[in-house]
């Protein structure tokens, strides 16, 4: 089975500092993982996304995530914050073989000016 | 191109009544998916479609049926709508399992 836990249901940065939102996740299988962002009143975007290639992974908005199997980790980071960066980001797993997906609880990212 | 689209965005029923939510996509997309997300929980997943005519079951399934008579649309019927089910509803199609584009969400509220 698989699962995701994402450390700290809210983060707050100031504008300009490094963003870091904790994913871990349990497979019994090697898995995808993928970071989706969520802007108010809206779906979720397509972030990034790991499915076996290269462990460091670049997404959009300046967003990456690296996958470290031996920590079981795959941590969202960003150098930079800007005040647009603030929504709820969602850490994901899904596996080869199936067809689902599992969410995380999600993380509130505030920039402070 | 539309994307994903939801019909309606917002509904209130009373306790018992029944409703349909109606989910098209216009990318030509062989998998479908119906989520609920509430508050500290994350998206859970309902159920899912991997392609026209077949539907299988998700985490949270009951109380919740669905259908896929067209590749593009992806209905969620609730039978007889409970509190419970108060929620925002999104759903989400891909070519591959692993890279869902999501609508913009039905809120339902059931008194």
């Known amino acids: 089975a698989q699962s995701v836990t994402q450390l700290g249901s809210h983060v707050s940065v100031s504008e300009g500092a490094l963003v870091l939102l904790r994913c871990n996740y349990s497979s019994s299988v090697p898995p995808y993982l993928f970071w989706y962002v969520q802007y108010p009143n809206q779906g979720l975007q397509l972030l990034l996304k790991y499915t076996s290639a290269a462990t460091l992974v670049k997404g959009i908005n300046g967003f990456e995530a690296e996958f470290k199997k031996s920590e079981t980790s795959f941590h969202l980071t960003k150098p930079s914050a800007h005040m647009s960066d603030a929504a709820e980001y969602f850490c994901a797993v899904s596996v080869m073989t199936g067809n689902q997906f599992y969410f995380g609880t999600g993380t509130s990212l505030t920039v402070i000016p | 191109n539309a994307g994903v689209t939801q019909t309606p965005k917002f509904r209130v029923l009373k306790t018992g009544q029944s409703m349909t939510l109606l989910c098209a996509q216009d990318m030509n997309h062989e998998y479908m998916y119906w989520y609920r997300q509430d508050p500290g929980m994350g998206l859970r997943l309902i159920h899912y479609?991997?392609?026209?005519?077949?539907?299988a079951k998700g985490e949270v399934p009951d109380g919740y049926n669905v259908s896929r008579l067209k590749k593009q649309n992806f209905l969620l019927g609730l039978e007889s709508a409970a509190p419970s089910q108060t929620s925002v509803y999104f759903c989400a199609s891909s070519l591959t399992p692993w890279e869902q584009y999501f609508g913009p969400g039905t809120r339902l509220t059931v008194t």
């Open positions: 479609s991997v392609g026209e005519g077949t539907t």
